[in-house]
């Protein structure tokens, strides 16, 4: 018979609580008390000598497995301390996972970018959006600025929400950082221009890596959030959801949304997402924000708190 360890599951969900409890009532945390801050002055400073070898393949991996031993220590043991007392273990437990995610934020930075084409305000839109993307905006029109906007969400999602949330029925709140940190890396150093091909290369595999299952998760959960905010009934292929981009996950989420949402999303000299679809409007950022925190609910509940649930009635 299987016996259900009740204390686990209450823990763990009064972890997940308070974590979602601190991102809706504060949003993100202030810059001087930010992990993510930290993770990132942390990388600078191991980033110069590193970048100084002659084999930078090497030295992106040992910054990669310097920033995981370092981050995840600190957070071992700063849950170690706080287990003495019940009530601060969960406040510090979810307040580190809080952090490996980002729920509201996403709708603080679309929000201005929405308001901002609203108004008619092209340039305020841009530089808006140029706050979250790393393209050039400077010459965006208001379609491409739409399309930019519904493809950070949707990528967004993954990136800032699924991946860090996965972990954490299987590996706790160290689970979750250890995604937010390789994410970190990756937008850090993991790029493929000349300076960075080689030293980011690691940090770049560990990212698609760690984000493969939730972004084929978090396509389906986006296309069936979706078809529920725009109300679509027809049959579409699932092809586009899968079609290579920079990312080998982003054209999951992104491609998903195009269909759900039957609109293009471009980025030009790069790919094209939904070809025959309508040119995004004002009105479809409106709707991919609804999708984003309708495919969060469901994520949420079949992905981290269910497996919580099962976990706990095995251990």
């Known amino acids: 018979m299987v016996q259900i360890n009740v204390h686990l599951i209450f823990i ?3 972890v997940l609580g308070m974590s979602f409890l601190i991102d809706i009532t504060f949003g993100e945390p202030k810059v001087s008390i930010h992990p993510v801050v930290m993770i ?3 990388i600078s400073a191991l980033e110069k000598p590193l970048r100084k070898m002659k084999n930078q393949i090497l030295a992106g991996i040992l910054l990669l497995s310097f920033m995981e031993l370092i981050v995840l220590s600190l957070v071992i043991v700063t849950l170690y301390i706080s287990g003495f007392l019940i009530l601060a273990y969960i406040i510090m437990a979810g307040f580190l996972l809080k952090t490996s995610y980002a729920l509201t934020s996403m709708g603080s930075h679309i929000a201005p970018v929405i308001d901002s084409l609203s108004a008619g305000d092209i340039e305020s839109a841009r530089k808006h959006l140029s706050k979250v993307v790393r393209r050039e905006t400077g010459d965006l029109d208001l379609h491409s600025i739409c399309s930019a906007s519904i493809e ?7 990136d800032g929400f699924a991946s860090p949330l996965f972990y954490f029925p299987y590996f706790g709140v160290s689970g979750s950082m250890f995604a937010r ?5 990756d937008s850090t150093v993991g790029y493929k221009d000349e300076r960075n091909i080689k030293f980011g290369k690691a940090s770049a ?7 493969f299952i939730p972004a084929r998760l978090s396509g389906y959960l986006i296309l069936l959030s979706s078809f529920a905010v725009s109300g679509r009934k027809e049959s579409v292929s699932l092809r586009t959801m899968s079609r290579k981009t920079e990312s080998k996950n982003a054209g999951w989420p992104m491609g998903a949304i195009a269909i759900g949402l039957d609109v293009r999303l471009e980025k030009h000299g790069s790919y094209v997402l939904n070809e025959d679809g309508k040119p995004p409007e004002i009105e479809d950022v409106r709707k991919a924000m609804k999708i984003f925190y309708l495919a969060s609910i469901i994520f949420a509940t079949l992905f981290v708190i269910t497996p919580i649930i099962l976990i706990s009635a095995i251990l």
Do not use: Q, R
């Open 12 to 14: 763990s969900l009064l």
């Open 181 to 185: 940190v390789t994410s970190t890396l």
């Open 152 to 158: 950070t969400i949707s990528e967004g999602f993954v």
């Open 40 to 42: 990132g002055k942390i």
């Open 205 to 211: 595999l560990a990212d698609t890596i760690v984000n």
